[in-house]
Nanobody
Framework: VQLVESGGGLVQTGGSLRLSCAAS????????MGWFRKAPGKERELVAS????????NYGDSVKGRFTISRDNAKNTIYLQMNSLKPEDTAVYYC?????????????WGQGTQVTVSS
């Protein structure tokens, strides 16, 4: 499974961005997907995750009520709508997919997209 993120950029405090992550390859094997982020000097953290059918979502405490994850399985794409952005949201955002290869679960990662929120 290959993942390609897009949609990052520079935005002012209070602004919005929408990230996309397109999957290719063995997309039939994908189960849950999600977004993680890594800021300089901080640990990587879960931003949001979504189940295979999109019915279940989970958010990190710092983004609840501001970010929304969604999924379009017809396009093999997930999205992260980010509203009310804060400088502390500045990070590289990575897309993640959990897949089953018939014998074991494995994780795939995108290359990351930079999100910078100016104060």
């Amino acid at each position: 499974v290959q993942l390609v993120e897009s949609g990052g950029g520079l935005v002012q405090t209070g602004g919005s961005l929408r990230l996309s992550c397109a999957a290719s390859g063995s997309t039939f094997s994908i189960n849950a997907m999600g977004w993680f982020r890594k800021a300089p000097g901080k640990e990587r953290e879960l931003v949001a995750s979504i189940s295979s059918g999109g019915e279940n979502t989970n958010y990190g405490d710092s983004v609840k009520g501001r970010f929304t994850i969604s999924r379009d399985n017809a396009k093999n794409t997930i999205y992260l709508q980010m509203n009310s952005l804060k400088p502390e949201d500045t990070a590289v955002y990575y897309c993640n997919a959990d897949s089953w290869n018939g014998r074991a679960w494995y994780a795939s990662w995108g290359q990351g997209t930079q999100v910078t929120v100016s104060s």
